[in-house]
Structure formats: C-alpha cells, structure tokens
C-alpha cells in the first residue's frame, strides 16, 4: 500500500524567512496531493492542494511542486508569519475512476516561525 | 470552521468501557471518514462511509465500529476500551461527487482511557 515520508519533522525559522517541507510518496498510482495545518487543538485544514496531472500551484503566500518521476512534493511558505506556526501534513491517495481513494498522511511538520 | 462538527470534545472513561463519538458532515457531503491522531502513530484512517454504506477500511480495530445514518451523520464506537485507545478521533467529510478527495476535518474528539 501507500507510504508517505515527511521530512524534516520540526523546522524553525525567522519571521519572513521560507519554510519548505517535503514529502515522498510510494504509489507511483497517487494522483492528489493535499496539505494540511494544524494548530493546537484543532482540526486539519486544507490549505492546498495539487493533481497529478500539475507540476505546481501557488496561493498567495504558499505553493507546492510535485515531481511524479522522482515520487515527491514540496510545500513552500514565503515571508512566514508567527501565525504559520503550526503542524503541517502531506498526503496521498488515489483516486480510481468512480471511487475515491484514502488519504495516507505523512507524520507531520512542526513549524515555528521566530518573531 | 470547516462545518463538521463533532460531539463531545472531551470524552474520559475508564479500561473496559463503550463510548460512542459523533460527528455531522458538511451540509450536502455524502462522505464521512473516521482518522486516530496519537502521538506515535499520527493520522491513521480508520474507516469511511458513503450514503450510509461503508466504503472503505483501514487500521480499525475489531473493537471498534461505525456506522453512518439515514440523516448522513456518523458514529464512532468504540469498546473494550484500553489505556491506548486515548487519542484524538477525527471525522471528515467529502463532497458528493468530488473528482478528488478534498476532505474538510472536524475539530476531534479527545478521548482519555484511565
């Protein structure tokens, strides 16, 4: 089955610094790719998302790239802000025709962003 | 606020023990996933339903069950309850048709086993 590694598990930058996070996938099948933040006692949000059949997609402040070959992808935050400090998740799935696959989560990124 | 919502935010019982956790979807979401967030183990999917029928399983113990209502709400039960059974229980929920799977997460459950 899918497996996602997450890398690095904690990270800590200076306001307005960059943050990227990467994650590698096993299922060369994986077609979505959604990323998740999650403060302190809440649930995950979506922050953004990517398909397969896209090599990157920006909002604002935040993208992610995805290479197929190489079964990887990257979320990057430009001019971090105290309040991007949270944990970020990756993850995968597959999606089959008529039937919508599970996600599979990596184990999480806990970034802080140094005032 | 996503719009699922789930009941109660806190739950502490003892060994041995049933609880039963709830969640309501978005309004018009069909899907209803179930995920476990301990600290080892991060998110694991338990289970989903889809209009009422189970669609999928992952990591769910046998002591565990679900079940998704005419109403598209869902619960979690669990039984036989063990001291690492504490963890928080999320529900998500999907869009009807939805050509990917875009989940939108509940607040959780924090269940505590003493």
């Known amino acids: 089955g899918e497996n996602v590694e997450q890398h690095p598990s904690t990270l800590s930058v200076q306001e307005g610094d960059s943050a990227v996070i990467k994650c590698t996938y096993s299922?060369?099948?994986?077609?979505?790719f959604p990323w998740y933040k999650q403060e302190l006692g809440k649930g995950p949000q979506l922050i953004i998302d990517i398909r397969s059949n896209v090599g990157e997609k920006k909002d604002q402040r935040i993208a992610v790239t995805l290479n197929k070959t190489a079964k990887h992808f990257s979320l990057h935050i430009t001019e971090t802000q105290p309040e991007d400090s949270a944990v970020y998740f990756c993850a995968a799935s597959v999606y089959y025709g008529g039937s919508q696959g599970n996600l599979i989560f990596g184990k999480g990124t806990k970034l802080s962003v140094k005032p | 606020d996503s719009g699922v919502t789930q009941t109660p935010k806190h739950l502490i019982t003892a060994t041995g023990q049933r609880v039963t956790l709830r969640c309501s979807p978005r309004s018009g979401d069909l899907s209803v996933y179930w995920y476990q967030q301990s600290l080892d183990q991060g998110l694991q999917f338990l289970i989903q339903?889809?209009?009422?029928?189970?669609?999928a399983k992952g990591n769910i113990l046998e002591r565990f069950s679900a079940q998704q209502f005419p109403d598209l709400h869902s619960e979690l039960n669990l039984s036989s309850l063990e001291l690492g059974d504490s963890a928080l229980y999320f529900c998500?929920?999907?869009?009807?048709?939805?050509?990917?799977?875009?989940?939108?997460f509940g607040p959780g459950t924090r269940l505590t086993v003493l």
């Open positions: 339903y889809y209009n009422g029928e189970e669609r």
């Open positions: 998500a929920s999907s869009p009807a048709g939805a050509a990917y799977n875009e989940q939108f």
């Open positions: 299922d060369s099948a994986s077609n979505y």
